[in-house]
């Protein structure tokens, strides 16, 4: 069965690098999104990505997150500047026309 | 923004029933989904309902969806060991943004 597919699993990075994180989405879906959740608390909506370009951004999405799909598999959400409260699992999903979205397993991330 | 919420803990006995409840604000929201997650996995699709739906039935998992109430429930009949993980329900407004609430991590013991 296809499923969305995240790397790296798990990324430790110093305070103020950029990261990358990467996502496979299902192939013939056209929706992607990236999601977080800070440990102990709620999934949350950072952004949805469509036809090359951003549909929906949450305001925890400011200048220092950006989204790419560099070519016809990956998404990627990059950090360009970590601060310590970027830590947390950042989930990636995609969906088809249906509204169903799939999640992958996600990035365990830690700034330190 | 949507508002969901949930209570945050079940203990339930191996082979009884588990019921988790949740609630919402969005009255236009149109699906309703539920997720599993096991420790240090990520979001398992379990099951949805449509917005237009009382009751969907998938195997062992029974949703109910109270439109009028906005309350949204899922049914785990013969609760086993492997069951134990959050389940987290969340709702699709219109412009297709999730939202989730806190999760609610269910325990069964023998």
């Known amino acids: 069965e296809p499923e969305v597919t995240q790397t790296p699993s798990h990324q430790v990075t110093q305070m103020g690098q950029e990261v990358i994180l990467r996502c496979v989405p299902i192939?013939?879906?056209?929706?992607f999104y990236w999601y977080r959740q800070i440990l102990g608390q709620k999934v949350e909506f950072l952004v949805s990505?469509?036809?090359?370009?951003?549909?929906?951004k949450s305001e925890i999405f400011d200048d220092q997150f950006s989204v790419e799909r560099p070519d016809g598999s990956n998404f990627t959400l990059k950090i360009r500047s970590t601060k310590l409260e970027d830590s947390a699992m950042y989930f990636c999903?995609?969906?088809?026309?249906?509204?169903?979205?799939?999640f992958g397993p996600g990035t365990r991330l830690l700034v330190l | 923004g949507e508002d969901v919420e949930q209570s945050l803990f079940l203990s339930v006995r191996e082979g009884d029933s588990s019921v988790i409840n949740c609630t919402y604000t969005?009255?236009?929201?149109?699906?309703l989904y539920w997720y599993k997650q096991e420790p240090g996995a990520g979001l398992q699709l379990l099951t949805y309902?449509?917005?237009?739906?009382d009751m969907k039935q998938d195997q062992r998992l029974t949703v109910l969806l109270n439109k009028k109430d906005k309350h949204l429930s899922l049914r785990i009949a013969d609760t086993q060991t492997g069951d134990s993980a959050i389940y987290f329900c969340?709702?699709?407004?219109?412009?297709?943004?999730?939202?989730f609430g806190a999760g609610t991590t269910v325990t069964v013991r023998a």
């Open positions: 999903a995609s969906r088809e026309e249906q509204e169903t979205q799939y």
């Open positions: 192939s013939n879906h056209l929706y």
């Open positions: 990505f469509y036809n090359n370009e951003i549909s929906e």
């Open positions: 969005d009255s236009s929201s149109t699906y």
């Open positions: 309902i449509f917005s237009n739906m």
């Open positions: 969340a709702v699709l407004s219109n412009d297709y943004k999730l939202s």
